[in-house]
């Protein structure tokens, strides 16, 4: 278990320095895109075209998002994505914000900057 948890922790220091660096560099790759960028850069050129719904899904691993999405589909749900995303269909990779809490990640999100703030700057 140790050994594990260290290897673990080397991984998560390794991530936390590409990270600080993507964001340091302010990257321009479209594949990810800052959370306080997804409503200008996804929704608003998807919603020109058709009515869309945004689900903010606060504090939930990327299994049980799987597993959620899966059962969405089978509902006749369509996941939609900019026309030139170079992801697979229906996926669109955001960062949160970092921290990644919600006072943090929403409000940037809702905002279209980073910053932090609760229901009333939202």
Not at 54 to 78: H, N, P, Q, S, Y
């Amino acid at each position: 278990l140790e050994a594990t948890l260290r290897r673990r922790e080397q991984g998560n220091q390794q991530f936390a320095g590409l990270l600080a660096e993507w964001l340091e560099t302010g990257s321009t790759n479209e594949s990810v895109r800052p959370i306080e960028r997804v409503l200008a850069s996804i929704v608003a050129p998807l919603a020109r075209e058709t009515p869309v719904l945004v689900l903010v899904l606060d504090g939930m691993g990327c299994a049980v998002f799987r597993e959620l999405a899966a059962d969405i589909a089978r509902r006749g749900w369509t996941p939609l994505q900019p026309a030139d995303s170079t992801r697979g269909a229906g996926m669109t990779t955001a960062l949160a914000s970092v921290p990644s809490v919600t006072e943090w990640s929403r409000a940037s999100l809702l905002t279209g900057r980073r910053t932090q703030g609760a229901q009333g700057l939202e």
